[in-house]
């Protein structure tokens, strides 16, 4: 099925340092979604993005919806340790594509 | 947090036998998923329903069938488990624009 290419594939910082990440497709979507998953635990929904070029927040996350409708961006500001995990976007079309993951792990 | 919760959470079998795994929602969502998650391979569909007794295949759907009764209930059968189905299934509901995950089964094929 389709999937959704994400970069990085990993990062490691320090704490107190800013994320960026990004998803891109080869195909328009029509909402964005960021997941958060943590080990031994099922995915938890951060943000969901419905309009192109829309800039949501929730906390000290952000995210963006590309106004080419193909990608989005995800931020985390000043990062701190309970925020490692894995990161991933997701799209719905005939099913849910989802991105490959980007696994943060955050220095103290 | 959405009202999903999966039973059991944690099951070792032996190669062979049946199992199944139950997902059950108190969101009133229409639809209804199954993955399993695998190291390198993210999630992958299995099934999925799209109302009560209407359902259809994903991706990775040999082995496995499913069934909903109700809109609430979502049951995945392995019939005869194999040591390749020892994996981590995770079910999902949807209001279509949004999804919601479960906590997740981890199975043990032995």
């Known amino acids: 099925g389709q999937q959704l290419n994400q970069s990085p594939q990993s990062m490691f910082i320090q704490e107190g340092e800013d994320v960026s990440m990004n998803c891109t497709s080869s195909?328009?979507?029509?909402?964005w979604l960021w997941y958060k998953q943590e080990p031994g635990e099922g995915p938890v929904l951060l943000i969901a993005?419905?309009?192109?070029?829309e800039l949501t927040s929730n906390g000290r996350l952000t995210a963006q919806f590309g106004i080419t409708r193909k990608d989005s961006f995800l931020n985390i500001s000043a990062s701190i340790p309970s925020d490692v995990g894995i990161y991933f976007c997701?799209?719905?079309?005939?099913?849910?594509?989802f991105g490959t993951g980007t696994s943060l792990t955050v220095i103290p | 947090d959405a009202g999903i919760t999966q039973s059991p959470r944690h099951k070792v079998t032996e190669t062979g036998t049946p199992v199944t795994l139950r997902c059950h929602q108190t969101?009133?969502?229409?639809?209804m998923y199954w993955y399993r998650q695998d190291p390198g391979h993210g999630l992958r569909l299995i099934h999925y329903?799209?109302?009560?007794?209407?359902?259809d295949k994903g991706e990775v759907s040999d082995g496995y069938s499913v069934s909903r009764s109700k809109t609430e209930d979502f049951l995945l059968t392995l019939e005869s488990a194999t040591s390749s189905q020892t994996s981590v299934y995770f079910c999902?509901?949807?209001?279509?624009?949004?999804?919601?995950f479960g906590p997740g089964t981890r199975l043990t094929v032995t």
């Open positions: 195909s328009i979507f029509n909402t």
């Open positions: 997701a799209g719905p079309g005939n099913q849910f594509y």
């Open positions: 993005l419905y309009k192109a070029g």
């Open positions: 329903s799209y109302g009560v007794k209407d359902t």
């Open positions: 999902a509901i949807s209001d279509w624009r949004e999804q919601y």
């Open positions: 969101e009133n969502h229409r639809y």
